[in-house]
């Protein structure tokens, strides 16, 4: 958000700490503000406790993290922040005066293994000032020191350090000018995927009432063997990398770490990324290498079982939204010529119930379309857009209200239509802040305005009292099995839009 009116520092007290903001537009951001720290500072894996007075506030930092995948679409702006361990960091927006307004807590995605709340992507300026509302959000832990440092169950330490930014932020928002029973968690792709998780989560009762979910995966968590087949690797490949340090002169690998994380207890950073490259180039089409596994506590075995989870479901109501093209972003490296007839098919098979019924949906669909294009659009409807119809459907028979979105704007990328994480600029409002990124390239400025005046007000309402309104006020109304409607949002305007006929994703 472009600075036009910059005041002094302003100062937040919680009574043990203050916390120091400054203000641009009326609106103060208060960054690196800490939420928590481990039980155990020597150790990676300790859960976390409340901050220390007197360490509220830290540098921006964010977890350790390699280039990610998807910086071909997005940009490197990631990189330029420096990386630590100790990044259990928050950043706030709250408009000068602030007093008892709605929260927007928002988790970042990036596939379990990349990303931070305080890039300058996630700047949320413009959404706390239109909003009147406070703006919150959160870095976890991420990669293999938040997923395989348990011997004999996952930690899940990511989900357990949103549960401790959202325990922080019930007992504190109030000195920010926040409303701490108002607050809405929302996410996007894996950040998402915990927002999700964390709504069926008893411990997480009560911290949140909204959940809004952009892009969320169909992904079940993994099997105890499945967790324990890529620990094994990742230990393997870990062990493979400290041997190639210690052969070069670098001396790591020696001693075998504690008894809960082995060799990831004690590796140096550098290793760990590498043994965690490689078991995602191991599972490459095959899924995730790396991602949270059930643990029977915050990530149970039944997560993506949705009649079972609906009826879970602790909140009053949902925001499901996704993109046209999803799956394009993840399919941009396989080329066109790579993907026949028959490997449309064999995902086809594997992923629906009806085979022929997709098949002929996706030729009616695209009929000019490459194998290639129907594979994309294959995809993004078994792990993205069924997946938001069938929650909010089961949703609303659990009697949770849910409103459903489709993000319909192409980029000018070729092939990339409208792509994962594509709709983010536009939510957020602040395209200045994306100015590397290659799929807003050529996209025109006015356009750009027209179409994030469309997305921000939908969200904005949804966060001030659970019902998404248009940029005109007006009420878009619950999905519900009567009435499934769709509302897509254009280059053209706000429309409803028919949803994709009956066809079933094998679950």
């Known amino acids: 958000m472009s600075a036009d009116v910059i005041a002094g520092p302003a100062a937040f007290s919680t009574g043990s700490t203050v916390y120091l903001g400054k203000t641009a537009d009326g609106v103060v951001h208060v960054p690196g503000v800490r939420y928590g720290e481990r039980l155990d500072p020597a150790d990676r894996f300790s859960p976390l406790g409340d901050p220390s007075p007197g360490r509220g506030q830290a540098s921006p930092t964010v977890f350790p993290q390699s280039p990610g995948s998807l910086d071909w679409l997005i940009g490197p702006a990631l990189s330029r922040l420096p990386q630590n361990e100790d990044s259990f960091l928050l950043d706030i927006w709250a408009p000068e005066g602030a007093r008892d307004l709605p929260v927007l807590v928002f988790l970042p995605g ?14 949320g300026a413009r959404l706390a000032a239109e909003g009147n509302a406070v703006v919150v959000t959160v870095s976890y832990r991420l990669g293999a020191l938040a997923l395989l440092g348990g011997s004999d169950r996952p930690l899940n330490l990511g989900a357990q350090d949103i549960l401790q930014a959202l325990r922080w932020i019930s007992a504190n928002i109030g000195a920010f000018g926040g409303d701490p029973e108002a607050v809405t968690l929302a996410g996007h792709s894996a ?26 995966p169909w992904q079940p968590p993994l099997s105890p063997a499945a967790y324990e087949e890529r620990r094994e690797l990742f230990n393997g490949l870990l062990a493979e990398a400290l041997a190639k340090e210690a052969l070069a002169g670098g001396g790591a690998g020696e001693g075998p770490g504690n008894d809960d994380g082995g060799l990831l207890a004690t590796a140096p950073i550098a290793a760990i990324l590498e043994a965690q490259a490689a078991v995602g ?15 029977g506590e915050l990530v149970p075995d039944w997560a993506m079982d949705f009649t079972r989870a609906a009826a879970c479901l602790h909140v009053q109501s949902l925001l499901l939204s996704s993109t046209d093209n999803e799956a394009a972003a993840f399919l941009h490296a396989v080329p066109v010529a790579a993907v026949g007839p028959e490997q449309l098919a064999g995902f086809v098979a594997t992923h629906f119930e009806d085979a022929g019924d997709v098949l002929a949906f996706l030729d009616a669909r695209l009929p000019e ?17 069924l997946a938001a119809t069938e929650l909010a459907c089961l949703a609303d028979a659990a009697g949770v209200a849910s409103t ?8 000018g990328l070729e092939g990339a239509g409208s792509p994962h994480c594509f709709d983010l600029p536009f939510l957020f409002g602040n395209r200045e802040d994306w100015q590397d990124a290659p799929m807003l390239r050529g996209f025109p400025g006015d356009s750009f305005d027209a179409v994030s005046d469309q997305l921000r007000p939908l969200l904005l309402s949804f966060v001030a009292d659970g019902n998404a309104r248009s940029c005109s006020g007006e009420p878009l109304g619950p999905f519900t099995r009567d009435r499934p409607v769709l509302h897509a949002v254009t280059g053209s305007g706000l429309v409803p839009r028919n949803l994709e006929p009956e066809l079933r994703a094998l679950r």
């Open 369 to 385: 379309g490459t194998p290639h294009a129907k594979l994309v659009e294959a995809m993004s409807l078994h792990q993205f857009r």
């Open 281 to 295: 180039r191991a599972y490459a089409g095959r899924g995730l290498g790396l991602m949270p596994g059930a643990d």
């Open 191 to 216: 950040g998402a995927w915990y927002a999700y998780v964390l709504s069926l989560a008893p411990a997480a009762k009560g911290l949140f009432c909204r959940t809004a979910l952009f892009s969320l």
């Open 404 to 411: 459903l979105l489709r993000f319909s704007v192409p980029s």
């Open 110 to 123: 990036g596939a379990f293994i990349s990303g931070a709340g305080n890039v300058g992507w996630y700047d």
